[in-house]
């Protein structure tokens, strides 16, 4: 009888970090070994075939990192070069991650070795164990020192395993180094940064030393051109910084420049028009619009140009945004594209529209975020409404505010996820 | 075989050295012996054991008969001498 998954991921990952710690420690000149451990050994009988190939095939991997890395080339058949390097930009795309992996150990090895170590720490990312993943990034910095996108990659994983203590230490170190380029200093600002959201102590300091360090980085642009994602996310992790500290004006000018420098891009357009809503809100709807106009894939201005129009009761336009904002926004937040669902309803009842219509959108609403008091609301009385007509019905519409900070903090990971360095 | 069946702890680390089995991490107190040859069919290995396949590759070595555990164990020592080192043998 097959085990419960939850049983085999367990299995897994105590072999996993078995195999971790024996490299580490080099536990194979230790007096006792532990093959008495039952239950360790249970473990294994219990992991499926693909699993136990990969924890083997880890253990091999990770003698990279001390250069007594071996091969048995008898275990595969030959291949032509051309052939592998086929099949492994092939499985890299299709990010069968485990053929990856296992490719980079055929002859003949073609990839240079600090590469090597690059596509086996992008597999393990991929594969959610971040902890692996800065091994192997750690040592392609080792093997190629200097190189700025493994060491982007390795800050990747320290924030995703949440290992601050590191990643501030790595972040403060490059910000002190002066051969550290732009790039590495706009991601060690963003370390900054994501700390200083986790909701510790410090946090002004934290996300002044990350406008400090993106400094750094735009006063070294002369050296080097980073790639455009790169530089979009530096202007928009320096804004949130300077307006979280309060220095709106700053923001605002961060916000000028990038997108001076950066005219098409959305993402920029919509952070000045969350930054403008409390402020300049004919401002911010512009930039709402012309982040539309460039097919922004973020929700937001698309709902705030729905919400812009249902308050001043242009329903049409109100469904045009709507429409547009689900059609092309990312629609991977549930909560997000409820909220879109929610006023398509309201407006399609100020239309006085077909009630299998208006009911239809808000099922979806309620469907995708059931914890949303506010659709909630809007749908019972909806209901209320509908079913008796000439009743008066007490209270409005719940247009709540949208939740600025949720807006924000959306919209900065995915700009900052956009850049995923290649190396 | 061995990567199908043993964990990497089993198999002592110097057969990564040597390039023979890449991965092995085991304590390097651990050795590999052999005894008999041929393909793994259900067969007498002495009186009193038996050799019992479990899959095309392995098998276990079990009493032939109900037996005391100290017999059972005597007698495994007891074919001892015709132990003899399989870290040189191929890797099937």
Known sequence: MSKPDVVIAAAYSRWLNTILETHAK????AADGDLDDNELNENWELLPEQLRRRLWGLSSDLFSLVDNEKFTDADWE????????????ESFQKRQWDEVLDLLRRPPRF????????????AWQELGQHDVALKFFDNASRLKPGHAPYRILALECLKAACD??????????YSLDPTSSPSLLFRAGDVFHAYSMTGGEDQGELAKRAVDVVNQGLDKLGTEQPPDSILVAAFVTKAFCLERLGRFDEALSTYDAGIQQFPGNPELLTARGLLRLEHNIGGSIDDFRSAVTLFARSVWPYLEL??????????????????????RANRNRDADVALLFDLRALALFEKNDSAVAIERAFQTAVSLDP????????????LVVSRHPTQPVSGDWELSPLPIEEERRVLYQSVQRSHAPAA | MMRQLCSPKMVPKRLHDTGKIPGAIGPQSLHLFRHGEGSFEHSSVTEQLTLVPDGDDHATVQPSAVMVYADYRQALVNTRNDWVSGEDDPDE
């Open chain 1, 26 to 29: 080099q536990l194979w000149d």
């Open chain 1, 164 to 173: 601050w203590q590191e990643a501030i230490s790595r972040a403060n170190q």
């Open chain 1, 306 to 327: 729905a919400r812009n129009e249902f308050s001043q009761h242009k329903y049409d336009d109100a469904l045009e945004w709507c429409r547009l904002g689900l059609e």
């Open chain 1, 78 to 89: 030959p291949i032509p070069l051309q052939e592998l390097a086929n099949r492994l930009e």
């Open chain 1, 111 to 122: 990839v240079a070795s600090d590469h090597v170590s690059y596509i086996r720490g992008r």
């Open chain 1, 371 to 382: 914890f949303n008091l506010a659709i909630r609301h809007n749908y019972e009385r909806y």
